[in-house]
């Protein structure tokens, strides 16, 4: 993710949106199903049983969130205010089908088995209402239309992929990649970051321009700090992989993450690191 595209407000928002619609179409291109993860299978079956279960607890937590926002997002595209918004917001979609995916196969050919159930994160969970009430913002003025956008992108862009996605991919690589494991598994999670850098560097330049109007400020500090129970959530939860409570592995550090990241975030769009 450019920070420059976060601090520089030099450029207008439709200039932006259309060079990174271009960025999609020439560096997005890679394909899911072309990934090799033959060593991924091996390296799975001699990692201890801990570690196994691990990851896959973590890469359900994954699966869920991809396959949520790509089932959801279509209101987040329909409130871009010009063509060139709507068209770097496509693309978006679509890449977000491809991370869905790239964790469907790994399940399938890594993992040997089905996604769990039950692992918590109610801030994915509140998609489902906010794309409803953006939907019906659709309708409204354009004030209203606006206000809807802001909520979004907090919301997705902001805390979903600025947050808590950016931490899983340092998780997995302390945990896992460091150590010259799941090579085919390290390869997605560096395609999806560079996908997401896009999706979250526009949404923070996004919040940081639309910030300049005290009431949208106001409602970006409100949803950080509704929602900052519910990251930290993600990784306070037990682990239980087939009846079984998984121990998390000590490079995990979930907690001190996100939280990084969250007051990182606040700091790319305020400039300070508080919500209040």
């Not at 109610?122 to 009430?133: A, C, P, S």
């Not at 899983?168 to 560079?194: A, Q």
């Not at 923070?204 to 929602?227: D, F, G, Q």
Request: net charge negative; hydrophobic share 40%.
């Amino acid at each position: 993710m450019s920070d420059d595209l976060i601090l520089s407000l030099e450029k207008s928002t439709d200039e932006v949106a259309w060079n990174l619609y271009r960025k999609a179409i020439r560096f997005g291109t890679w394909d899911p199903a072309e990934i090799d993860l033959t060593h991924d299978r091996d390296d799975f079956e001699a990692l201890d049983q801990d570690l196994k279960d691990y990851l896959i607890h973590f890469c359900t937590g994954f699966l869920d969130a991809e396959e949520n926002v790509a089932l959801k997002f279509c209101p987040w595209i329909m409130l871009g205010a010009s063509t060139q918004q709507q068209a770097f917001l496509s693309t978006q979609l679509l890449e977000e089908f491809k991370h869905t995916e790239f964790f469907l196969r790994y399940f399938e050919e890594v993992l040997g088995i089905k996604r769990l159930h039950g692992v918590q994160n109610l801030v994915q969970q509140k998609l489902d209402e906010r794309g409803k009430m953006m939907l019906n913002a659709l309708e409204g003025s354009l004030e209203e239309r606006e206000t809807a956008l802001v909520e979004g992108l907090t919301h997705y862009q902001g805390i979903i992929e600025g947050v808590q996605a950016m931490a899983g991919y340092d998780v997995f690589e302390d945990v896992y990649g460091s150590k010259g494991l799941l090579p085919g598994s390290k390869e997605g999670f560096k395609r999806i970051k560079e996908d997401e850098g896009r999706h979250v560097g526009f949404g923070l330049r996004m919040l940081k321009l639309l910030a300049r109007n005290e009431k949208h400020a106001n409602r970006i500090r409100e949803i950080y700090s509704e929602y900052l129970p519910y990251i930290l959530i993600r990784y306070d939860q037990p682990v239980v992989v087939g009846g079984r409570e998984v121990p998390t592995p000590v490079e995990v550090n979930g907690r001190q993450r996100v939280t990084k990241l969250f007051e990182r975030r606040l700091k790319d769009i305020f400039g300070v690191r508080s919500v209040s």
